[in-house]
């Protein structure tokens, strides 16, 4: 969902403090301003009818649109508008995203750490305003069984299981296809090479390995799922 907030864009302000007699207490200078933006984007949601509640986590867009001081002249104006001139001026980035991931707070989200991921701009602009495209990522689910094969390795665990199986095979493929060609010796030789790779292969991976052992049936389930997936049309690839 886009939503297109009219205005300068607003850096998050810090907390003041306030003397209350003989006590300091802490207050948001921008109460106000988040209130009404906050507003805002209600009336938005309202109007599109739009609820991601229940949703795990989300994408943030983000861009903010500034103003072009008055006083510059035509031509840099222009300058600024091609984006000739970079827009590097106070507000920082992550003060204006941070005000609105505020003012959104328990709207589009229940808290904005639901925020996983998000991508910000900020450019001149004759309009400025606050462009806010939230979206809603789907949720990965899996086979069961495969679920619980991938998470035994770790991403770098799995790339290093793989480089070392390719490694193993690159080395003795030819030697294996050869073998019968070869004579006893280079056999002897080619044999105690390839016993001690598997060796240290399998006391490097054989704990793991062994945990994949007990997940049986995951080849014909997951034939079955790919078969249905292909009767419902979705793409596989």
């Known amino acids: 969902m886009k939503i297109t907030i009219p205005g300068n864009p607003i850096p998050k302000a810090r907390h003041r403090q306030r003397r209350m007699g003989k006590i300091t207490v802490m207050f948001d200078p921008q109460e106000k301003q988040k209130k009404q933006v906050s507003n805002f984007i209600k009336s938005e949601i309202k109007k599109n009818a739009v609820n991601f509640d229940s949703d795990n986590d989300f994408h943030l867009e983000a861009r903010f649109y500034m103003p072009i001081p008055q ?66 990522k789907k949720k990965l689910v899996l086979n069961k069984k495969v679920e619980s094969i991938i998470t035994i390795f770790d991403p770098e665990e799995m790339q290093q299981f793989f480089l070392d199986a390719c490694i193993l095979a690159k080395v ?18 080619i044999c105690n090479l390839i016993a001690c790779s598997l060796s240290d292969f399998s006391i490097k991976y054989a704990d793991k390995l062994k945990k994949i052992r007990k997940y049986d049936g995951v080849i014909d389930e997951m034939q079955t799922e790919i078969t249905q997936q292909y009767r419902n049309g979705k793409t596989l690839c």
């Open 172 to 189: 003795h493929v030819n030697d294996v296809c050869n073998f019968k060609n070869l004579d006893n010796n280079k056999k002897i030789v």
């Open 71 to 136: 006083s510059d002249s035509t031509a840099l104006k222009n300058a600024k508008l091609w984006g000739f001139i970079p827009c590097n001026i106070k507000p920082d980035l992550s003060n204006m995203l941070k005000f609105y991931e505020d003012a959104a707070n328990q709207i589009l989200f229940h808290d904005d750490s639901m925020i996983s991921s998000c991508t910000m701009l900020k450019e001149y602009s004759k309009n400025p305003k606050t462009e806010l495209n939230i979206m809603a």
